[in-house]
């Protein structure tokens, strides 16, 4: 038989503390026992943002006033082809019920506390242990020095991701200082993503490997990182980061940059068209500082990331 084709409005919502709450999927259910996030079918008529802000309110009794798209999942079971809208909620009055639930539970994407998740689910997870803010390395303008000690005071003040890019820097001393970057990451918590280098990734015991767009042309299978990104440009890059199964994408320049002398930046109507419909987070890029947050998560993006503005703040 022909599994039914089912969309679905599903919702992480969020805390300031961030932590996200999951429901425990009742009895006379398909995968009784299992945690998920909220939401339920999009009715006919009915748009993704409607049924996420109807469904909370019917199932945990809850006033959505905030609702960002964030990434559309498809899954296939063996009772329906489902596809999942995911909505970042960040913004609601009332405390959440079980009124369909057979339980509640705040918890962190790092330290879950309940199972089993889900099938379709629990990709999201990961994506939301990915940081929002990424700072991007440039030592080969500024000196080793002064890169270290802004990550020392960008580390200090919560960044949680680095990327280390830096082909214009001599082979040793690139291999040091990235040495240096990810034992300070290290001892903090946060990322440290080596870009467009896998062996050195490897050597210097990085978390990820963040591909140029020609190397994501060039890729035949998802590197073997725990973390994998990918710079974009156009839609069909980003839709070959969805092939590969990658974690996520850098997406820009959202603004002209002096990374990009001469080139105008997309901006942000351009960058939401762009990444509609995508299984994965992507993160926005060129030109941003900390004030465009907001704007980018309302177009979509997962976050941001910088080479200049990021750093020592």
Known sequence: MTPKIVTVAAAVITRPDGSFLLGQRGE??????????PGGKVEPGETAHDAVIRELEEELAIKVHGARPWIVRRHLYEHAHVTLNFFEVYDWTGEPQPLVHSALAWQ?????????????NGPILKALRLPRRFGVTHAHEIGVNAQLSALDTSL?????AVVIREHALPPSTRQAFAREVVARCRAVGALAIVGGD?????????????????QLADASARPGFEWVGASCHTRAELERVAELELDYAVL????ATPTHPGKAGIGWEQFHALTRDLPMPVVAIGGLRESDMSDARGAGAHGIAAVRSIWGR
């Open 28 to 37: 006379e259910t398909f995968y009784t026992g299992y945690w998920e996030f």
């Open 108 to 120: 962190r994407a790092d330290a879950l506390e309940v199972g089993p998740m889900l099938p379709a």
């Open 156 to 160: 200090a003040v919560g960044l949680q």
């Open 198 to 214: 896998a062996a050195l990734a490897a050597e210097v015991g990085a978390d990820g490997l963040q591909l140029t767009a020609a």
């Open 252 to 255: 820009g320049n959202v603004r």
